[in-house]
């Protein structure tokens, strides 16, 4: 992976996922106007999504993540990834194992874990082939379903584990409670509804960017 995308992931705080509801130009405008709002990676989530439409939206994402200098993540699937060059998959724990994607996908891609308990956070600050790791959800959320939440005492403890490897918080997290987060001492979210489904996704992205740069 190059040393730059490395230095943008150190650097992100804002991690979005959007669906494909949003399609074709209405996509790529509201991909703009995040990005541009202070986006840092944005990744392409739609569990019912066939492959050749997510190629498709997929290139959209990556044109609209290359014009502002960020990064474009892919969810779940290895081959996917790698037919659309994408800089970053995202990997949960009932995805293809870590190892076996690396097998694929070679070292010139960012891949990401999902964590629900400290254990699992502890294992992937330390696993090789892990560059970020996300812990959550912080509270019950619509967008996953089924997931129990662990709350943000898992955000504290994965903070308590001191660990240099980008972590983010996830599940549940818009600006009213991002305090809270903040608080137990995640310096980086994951949101969905957040922005999605914000009345002004643009001022809602600039929120979450300004107040997550400006904590220390
Ligand atoms: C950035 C990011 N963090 C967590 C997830 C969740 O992944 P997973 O647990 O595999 O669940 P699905 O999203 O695949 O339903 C994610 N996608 N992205
Ligand atoms: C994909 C995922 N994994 C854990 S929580 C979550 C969804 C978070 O969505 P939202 O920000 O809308 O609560
Ligand atoms: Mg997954």
């Not at 994607?101 to 502890?122: C, F, K, N, W, Y």
């Amino acid at each position: 992976m190059p040393d730059a995308a490395r230095d943008q992931l150190a650097d992100a705080r804002l991690y979005l996922c959007t669906d494909a509801r949003r399609r074709q130009g209405d996509l790529a405008e509201f991909l703009d106007t995040v990005l541009a709002a202070g986006v840092d990676i944005v990744q392409l989530r739609d569990k019912g999504i066939e492959a050749a439409e997510e190629l498709e939206l997929l290139k959209i994402l990556s044109d609209a993540c290359a014009r502002h200098g960020r990064l474009a993540a892919v969810n779940d699937r290895a081959d996917v990834a790698h037919a659309a060059g994408a800089g970053v998959l995202h990997l949960g724990q009932g995805d293809l194992p870590v190892p076996a994607a690396r097998a694929i996908l070679g070292d010139g891609i960012l891949i990401g874990r999902s964590t629900h308990a400290v254990p699992e956070a502890a294992a992937a600050a330390v696993q090789p082939g892990v560059d970020y790791f996300c812990t959550g959800p912080c509270w019950p959320t619509p967008t996953k379903p089924g997931r129990t939440a662990p709350g943000l005492d898992l955000v504290r403890a994965t903070a308590a584990l001191g660990t240099d490897r980008p972590w983010f918080a996830i599940g549940g997290i818009d600006l009213g409670n991002l305090d809270e987060v903040l608080a137990a001492g995640a310096r980086r979210v994951v949101v969905v509804r957040a922005i999605t489904e914000a009345a002004d996704p643009g001022a809602a992205a600039a929120e979450f960017a300004e107040r997550l740069r400006a904590t220390v």
